[in-house]
């Protein structure tokens, strides 16, 4: 009979600190102690080590491995290679999957998890198997490009965007204070769009040194941005939105060659803006150079409409062929159009229009 063994990253407590890694989302890390006692930590892809909890005496962790010694009912020891006996591994299994079987549908009582929202749920089960993955909420999100040079580093594995000037960062969406690092970013307005995605702080810069944003180990290789979706935090427009990345391709979709586009989603209805029209997650702004004010328009080029009603009109010219019906006027057709502050002395017959101008 083969046995396959798995092996946890392992070490003491100084090696630990003075590494101080990132553990993968899952990624268990055991910590050797001189009594012989062990700790465990438990990665989220974005938490350094030392910042990292304990399980707590009692854990999900602890009362799975004490299984496997004698507790619970488990087996009665190890072997003399400190492996489970053969001979006593299907009575460990056994009682492991009972346990774990008695927590499937009660989320509350699970043992030693704080925060029950870190388990699988059917949503997001579904979700999954429809191409749409989560990904964790970002602090903000960016409302314009950032003035940045992007490096891909390996196929989208360690890609950066390093500021173009030195300085600390300084935030996004009017979230300028309380930053660290680690914290997630949303990008999602690069004039390059292969170079947007979700991003965490990886150097807040100084006044001698730029800011620099990293994709985030979660969502930087082609099979983990087609699809991602999650919320944003906070920011004076993105604040409670959600978002989801989509590419054109997602069998020849390459992190840093091909686009990536991040549409709204949630945090309201999803909007397209129109001609002279801008949504910025949930601010909707009208250019006044295009779309005329209630309020004193003013147009340029050919106005055109099936009926215009104004209580007065003011212009400072008015050329070319008037159409159409006016009220309180008589019929306009091919019929002259005089502005001026005075009646006209001559020129004028039946049918044609005069405007008093101040």
């Known amino acids: 009979m083969t046995v396959q063994r798995i092996t946890l990253r392992r070490g003491t407590a100084a090696q ?75 009575n460990a299994t056994s009682y492991t999957n009972t346990s774990l079987s008695s927590h499937n549908s009660d989320t509350t009582g699970v043992h030693g998890i704080p925060d029950t929202s870190l388990l699988a749920t059917i949503e997001y089960v579904d979700n999954v198997a429809t191409g749409i993955v989560t990904k964790p909420a970002v602090e903000a999100a960016t409302t314009a490009a950032l003035n940045t040079t992007y490096t891909n580093g390996t196929l989208g594995v360690g890609a950066l965007l390093t500021s173009n000037s030195n300085g600390t960062w300084p935030g996004v969406d009017d979230v300028t204070t309380g930053w660290d690092l680690l914290d997630g970013i949303l990008v999602k307005d690069q004039s390059d769009p292969a170079e947007n995605g979700r991003y965490v702080i990886h150097d807040l810069g100084s006044a001698s040194t730029p800011w620099v944003l990293r994709r985030c180990s979660l969502c930087d290789t082609a099979d983990e941005i087609p699809g991602m979706y999650l919320f944003v ?82 212009a400072t010219s008015l050329s070319g062929t008037l159409t159409g019906t006016a009220t309180n006027a008589s019929k306009i057709n091919n019929r002259q159009l005089f502005v001026q502050a005075t009646a006209p002395s001559s020129g004028m017959v039946s049918g044609d229009i005069w405007i008093k101008t101040a």
Request: charge should be negative.
């Open 16 to 90: 630990w600190i003075s590494a101080n890694p990132i553990l993968e989302f899952g990624e268990l890390g055991v910590e050797v102690r001189p009594d012989g006692a062990t700790g465990f930590k438990m990665g989220d892809s974005s938490t350094a080590w030392n910042d990292l909890p304990y399980f707590e005496s009692g854990s999900f962790a602890d009362y799975l491995l004490s299984s496997s010694v004698g507790a619970n009912n488990g087996v009665s020891g190890l072997d003399a290679s400190g492996q489970v006996p053969l001979t006593q591994l299907a």
């Open 233 to 314: 935090k906070s920011g004076t427009l993105n604040a409670g939105a959600g978002y989801v990345a989509t590419v054109a391709d997602v069998a020849t979709f390459t992190v840093g060659t091909d686009d990536i586009s991040i549409t709204q989603f949630a945090g309201g209805v999803s909007i397209t803006g129109g001609t002279g029209i801008t949504v910025n997650g949930t601010q909707v702004a009208i250019n006044e150079s295009v779309v005329a004010k209630l309020s004193s328009p003013t147009f340029t080029g050919t106005v055109s409409a099936d009926a215009i009603s104004a209580n007065s009109v003011a």
